[in-house]
């Protein structure tokens, strides 16, 4: 059999993302977002962002169709993410999903975003050596998660306690004057500071912290040390470094999490790392992971920025892997959980 | 004309399988569930169920028809989304109808056959349709013979008892009038209290007939998106 042609939806959060993969190969990634919408508010608006995705799925979706040279004809089966995610959000994706499929009379399959963050990374390096450990970082998520077979079984590790990573670079960014989302300025400013230059603290990693937090995370306290830190040089009324405070706090942030997800490599004795989210499209978290890894014998996979973000590939990439283990489609009545757990592939 | 039918304007999910023809509608096939949380699990099946009773295939279809609203937000996107996605993958045309026509066309427009359902109340005035819009309030607008006199709007419902004063309304009509009764002041038909299928049907009949190019479902939402940022996700780990 040839591998798979899979249409994947996502619509979990602002991007409207359809993406057609053929097994492991990317044939289309369309995406439209509503993130400038969003800006204004510092965050994303559910209903806005709901709103959004009423309106870009049709055209989304023949982007994607033609950028792929297929039609839904040719599909065997159509992927959508389920959840988690914005309940409003995802309810426009699977609803979309479900008249795709019944109109074009095909197999649906309702699948864990969190998942698709990994699964994506078959487009970039082919099939994903099971176990491997995945690190899944954005505005949404920072989970760290044992994967043992990406179609069936996901165990998690640990996951933030508070904000998630994503948050932090947004508040941040915020405070420093730049824009939403505050990822990519971040990771620019920084270029230009010294990440030692000032020590922000790692959250949960104190001895005392790891004995019941091994592998989760915390952000919050970081963001207000930031806060306080910034706070007191204008009460003093001296200019704010702004290079070195972004670049002490992406340390700090990446530290933290790369730290953690090679721990938890040692611990389960396994070799390989996945990162995804949007986070990993930063530039020290790659780089970071990549020098500690590598002293470690652990490969680190990490897929181009363009496939960390939310996107359609990769419901379409983790949907192919379905279809090719032949695990059965989902019902035409699933319903969209916002709080899917990460134990659930596919429902 | 096989023509597929959609709304999810209210607490009420509708399906139904119609064929527009010259000298009226037929409806073939038709599910009604009331159940606001759950239109997104129920349309769907619903549709493959209507098609499946009358024996018809997706391919089949020449137009899809939709209740655009006014609804509360989440559950009327169900309907417009599901109607444009199968109008997209069948290549056929999909057209919008305000639900609250439908509602009061009911058989205000009609040929008098039903006159022996529900009450007679105000059989000849003109007629409030009114759904219910959550959060105390009503989307409502005002019909003469099935043709509206005024835009769909959305208010609390003694505004809108004040806003209809001296209009001539004699009747009210649908959900949000059930409830609100006592505030509004009318008598209440029994039925419809939702959009009927065979109603948004006839609403497009022209346009289905004339096979007039689809339009794009867009939304009657009537209200402004609350503009508070997402708090941060739970982790979904614990
Ligand atoms: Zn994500």
Redesign the pocket.
């Known amino acids: 059999m040839t591998e798979p042609l899979v249409l994947g939806i996502e619509t ?2 602002d991007e409207t993302g359809v993406g057609v993969v053929r097994g492991h190969t990317l044939l289309a990634d369309a995406l439209a977002s509503s993130v400038d919408e969003h800006a204004r508010f510092g965050g994303v608006v559910p209903e806005v962002a709901s709103r959004a995705h009423l309106e870009a799925i049709v055209p989304t979706m023949e982007r994607a169709l033609k950028e792929a040279g297929v039609t839904l004809a040719d599909v065997d089966a159509i992927a959508v993410t389920a959840g988690p995610g914005l309940a409003g959000a995802l309810l426009v994706g699977v609803a979309a999903a479900k008249g795709y499929a019944l109109a074009a009379e095909k197999p649906i399959y309702g699948v864990n ?1 969190l998942a698709a ?1 990994v699964a994506v990374d078959t487009l970039e390096h082919g099939p994903l050596p099971e176990p491997a450990i995945a690190l899944l970082v ?1 505005g ?2 920072s989970s760290l998660l044992e994967v043992d077979d990406l179609a069936t079984g996901v165990t998690p590790l640990g996951a933030t306690i508070d904000d998630a990573a994503g948050e932090a670079f947004d508040k941040v960014a915020r405070l420093l004057g730049m824009p939403f989302p505050g990822g990519p300025p971040i990771d620019r400013a920084a270029r230009e500071g010294d990440p030692g230059a000032i020590p922000f603290p790692r959250g949960l990693t104190a001895p005392k912290d790891l004995a019941a937090h091994r592998f989760d995370f915390s952000f919050s306290g970081l963001k207000t040390a930031v806060a306080r830190w910034v706070e007191a040089r204008e009460r003093l009324g001296e200019p704010v470094p702004v290079a070195d405070v972004a670049a002490s706090f992406q340390e700090a942030v990446c530290d933290v999490l790369v730290t953690k997800a090679v721990d938890a490599c040692r611990d389960r004795g396994i070799e390989t790392l996945v990162i995804g ?2 986070v990993a499209a930063n530039s020290r978290l790659r780089a970071l992971a990549e020098e500690r890894c590598a002293r470690r014998g652990i490969t680190v996979r990490a897929p181009r920025p363009k496939l960390c973000t ?1 996107n359609g590939a990769m419901v379409a990439a983790l949907g192919a892997h379905l279809v090719a283990r032949g695990v059965a489609p989902s019902r035409l009545d699933l319903p969209a959980d916002s709080a899917m757990p990460l134990t659930i592939v596919s429902v | 004309m096989l023509v597929l039918v959609v709304d999810s304007s209210t607490p009420a999910v509708t399906a139904a399988l119609v064929e527009v023809a010259d000298h009226g509608v037929a409806v073939r096939a038709e599910r009604q569930a009331v159940d606001a949380k759950a239109h997104g699990e129920l349309l769907a099946p619903a549709v493959v169920e209507v098609l499946g009773e009358a024996g018809v295939q997706p391919r089949d279809l020449d137009a899809v028809v939709a209740g655009v609203g006014p609804g509360p937000f989440t559950g009327l996107r169900v309907g417009l989304v599901t109607a444009a996605s199968m109008g997209q993958t069948l290549g056929i045309p999909t057209y919008g109808v305000c639900s609250l026509d439908a509602l009061a066309q009911g058989d205000d427009a009609g040929q008098g056959d039903n006159a022996g359902q529900g009450d007679n109340a105000g059989r000849k005035g003109r007629v409030l349709a009114a759904t219910d819009a959550r959060r105390k309030e009503i989307y409502w607008a005002v019909y003469d013979g099935g043709v509206p006199v005024t835009e769909p709007d959305v208010d609390l419902p003694a505004a809108v008892a004040e806003r209809i004063a001296g209009l001539g309304v004699t009747a009210a009509v649908g959900e949000g009038a059930h409830k609100y009764a006592d505030v509004l002041g009318l008598p209440v038909r029994d039925e419809p209290r939702y959009p009927p299928a065979v109603a948004l049907a006839e609403l497009a009949a022209q346009r289905v007939l004339a096979k007039g190019p689809g339009e794009r479902l867009t939304p009657l939402y009537l209200r402004r998106p609350d503009a508070v940022a997402a708090a941060g996700r739970k982790p979904v780990l614990r």
């Open positions: 979990s959060c975003h963050h954005s949404g998520h989210g949007g939310d």
